[in-house]
């Protein structure tokens, strides 16, 4: 006697729905991303220090905003200088953000699942650069809105004067980019490679601050050649050159040599960038 085989319909059913791609899958990657920079969605304790870099940042410019408006001097603090100010909070707020955004991915064991569906090594690197250029810019972004709007609202030449205001934050904007290219880059690709947010972190900050001797020993050399090109032995001293060369006030000897620090921030971030999607090529492929 033979037993027959009994099919049970449990109720499962295949997906119908629209399938949205690998766009969808990089800017919900993305959104994610920013979204955890400053801690949103997760526990009281994720927020603290990334809203408290913010708020220091927005009170500094407060306080130029204020001081300009009182004493009238329009060099108080310029939009180029704000983020050379602030590179100590933006060095601690990459070394927390950047481990966030990847080694913990690493350490659980997240990325055979993302790899798993349509999701390129490529599209993974450019969402979470993303996240966290833009999670750098609006860090720099919004205290340097809140001293043009300073100045706008106490300008005594009117049209004019907001209008040279915003001649003044655009660029300022732009160098803001610069420094969030660079750390986003830099830090993302330091985090990448262990899944240990300690290390991680120590690792970034020992990249921005272990490099600073080199410009100094540089610097001592008798060679006036060497001395104009020190700058660019470390991130935070190479960025501080290009800002001299778009016209700031950094006290920087740079001579003929302004160009070639904008050229090796563009070949350092895009190097970073390069490593960083090796890196990912190869986790995706195991």
């Known amino acids: 006697m033979s037993e027959a085989g009994v099919i049970h319909d449990i109720g499962y059913q295949r997906y119908d729905g629209p399938r949205l791609g690998r766009l969808a ?31 220091i940042m927005l009170l500094v410019a407060v306080i130029v905003a204020a001081v300009r408006s009182i004493t009238g001097e329009a060099d108080v603090l310029t939009y180029l200088e704000f983020a050379g100010q602030m590179s100590f909070l933006i060095i601690f707020f990459t070394a927390i953000v950047a481990p966030q955004l990847v080694s913990r991915d690493l350490r659980s064991g997240t990325l055979p699942l993302y790899f798993s569906r349509p999701l390129r090594a490529a599209d993974y690197v450019s969402a979470k650069f993303a996240a966290m250029v833009s999670a750098i810019w609006l860090l720099l972004g919004v205290p340097q809105f809140i001293m043009f709007l300073g100045a706008v609202f106490t300008t005594k030449d009117g049209v004019k004067g907001v209008f040279n205001e915003i001649g003044d934050l655009l660029p300022g904007w732009g160098y803001s980019l610069l420094w969030a290219l660079m750390f986003a880059a ?28 080199i410009v100094g020993v540089l610097s001592s050399l008798p060679s006036t050649t060497a001395n104009q090109l020190a700058f660019l032995g470390s991130p935070m001293t190479l960025l501080a050159g290009v800002g001299q060369w778009m016209g700031g006030r950094f006290d920087l000897e740079l001579g003929r040599f302004g160009p070639i620090y904008g050229i090796e921030a563009v070949c350092l971030i895009a190097a970073c960038l390069l490593i960083l999607l090796a890196r990912y090529r190869k986790v995706a492929s195991l």
């Open 25 to 55: 899958m990089q800017q919900a990657l993305f959104v994610h991303g920013l979204r955890a920079a400053y801690g949103l969605g997760r526990s009281a304790k994720a927020k603290i220090f990334p809203w408290l870099v913010f708020g």
């Open 186 to 213: 830099i830090g993302l690709l330091v985090a990448s490679f262990t899944g240990k947010q300690a290390f991680a972190a120590g690792g970034i900050v020992a990249v921005f601050l272990v490099t600073t001797p």
